[in-house]
């Protein structure tokens, strides 16, 4: 019996197709739990920054923010959240504000899957020392009049102000 050898082209498409397939299939499997987990965090992330609300509701924005949110309490509307994402100085920065009725600053938070700030320096922009400046004042917010930049970090310190600013806007755009 005479064995023909197999093209080693052939061995390779059988093995990629197979990779392909396991990937695909761990992705189907994956994407959900990573889905409710982007989704959770979000979440949290708005009941910090309003802490007086109880639910959200989700409300239509423009490309100038990326979430939009009416925080409700016992289905009276107590404020607002916006997410932004703005560039820092080691890449993108996900600004998340939350404004009362009134539109006074009630919380700030700052990250992101992408954060990479400076290590020591624009990685404190997410420390309540710089975030809880915001707390309680009105936009837009001017950097180094109404709040302190972080020193070393004035690019992060200016994107964060920036998201902040953004933010309030987008709110006040449906608030009125």
Do not use: C, W
Request: proline share 4%; glycine share 10%.
């Amino acid at each position: 019996m005479i064995m023909k050898k197999i093209p080693p082209f052939a061995i390779l498409t059988v093995i990629s197709l197979v990779a392909a397939l396991l990937l695909a299939f761990t992705n189907s499997l994956t994407s959900g739990p990573i889905a409710r987990a982007a989704e959770a965090a979000a979440n949290a992330a708005r009941r910090n920054v309003l802490a007086a609300a109880d639910t959200f509701e989700e409300l239509p924005h423009d490309a100038t923010v990326d979430s939009l949110y009416r925080g409700l309490k016992d289905g009276a509307t107590v404020g607002y959240t916006a997410t932004v994402t703005v560039s820092g100085f080691g890449g993108p920065i996900e600004v998340t504000v939350g404004l009362d009725a009134d539109g006074v600053l009630t919380g700030l938070s700052v990250g992101g899957s992408q954060f990479a700030e400076t290590a020591g320096l624009g990685t404190k922009a997410k420390e309540p020392a710089f975030t809880g400046q915001f707390v309680g004042k009105l936009a837009p917010v001017t950097l180094k009049k109404d709040v302190d930049a972080i020193s070393g970090a004035t690019i992060t310190s200016a994107a964060v102000t920036d998201g902040v600013n953004l933010a309030a806007a987008a709110v006040a755009g449906v608030a009125q």
